[in-house]
């Protein structure tokens, strides 16, 4: 779901210590969706430094996976899954992939934001951090394809969505 050198790049990106902060934003939101339905389990999918489960200040069984940090293991399904300002650094022929992945380990809720303008950061060959800049309507049919999108939400330069499983999965 991702190629080696761009895994490299990504985990040259992450010394930054300002690189991969968005989680500290929406980590209020993620914990009223724990509260609000009782989710006993997170996984934070691409989860960089792991800072969503610093913000949370909730008990809840996290785990954790980011090809940058292949020490904390490959993706766990959970009652809430979160991709916090992710999708967009997804070299685009892995993109299926990585939402394939993400329905197969959504078991009750999701949780993903998607920046969709470039992003301040650049890769060390001169491209934008944000590989995929595209707007709410064509990431849509990509996970309404896996998923059932039960709430949208604009949010500055992109969008937020709370997903459940396709019934009958």
Request: proline share 7%.
């Amino acid at each position: 779901m991702i190629s080696p050198d761009y895994r490299e790049e990504q985990q040259k990106l992450h010394e930054n210590p300002q690189y991969g902060v968005a989680a500290l934003h929406y980590a209020p939101i993620v914990a009223r969706l724990i509260q609000d339905n009782g989710f006993r389990t997170l996984h934070d999918y691409g989860a960089g430094k792991r800072r969503l489960r610093d913000a949370l200040g909730l008990e809840i069984d996290y785990s954790a996976s980011d090809p940058a940090f292949p020490e904390y293991g490959a993706a766990r399904p959970a009652d809430l899954v979160c991709c916090i300002d992710v999708l967009e650094h997804v070299e685009p022929e892995h993109l299926d992939a990585v939402l394939d992945d993400l329905a197969r380990i959504t078991t009750k809720a999701g949780f993903f934001t998607v920046h969709t303008k470039p992003a301040l950061k650049t890769l060390s060959d001169g491209r934008n951090a944000h590989l995929i800049q595209q707007p709410a309507s064509w990431w849509l049919p990509r996970l309404c394809a896996r998923l059932e999108v039960v709430h949208l939400q604009q949010s500055g330069p992109g969008f937020w969505v709370v997903v459940t499983p396709k019934s009958g999965r």
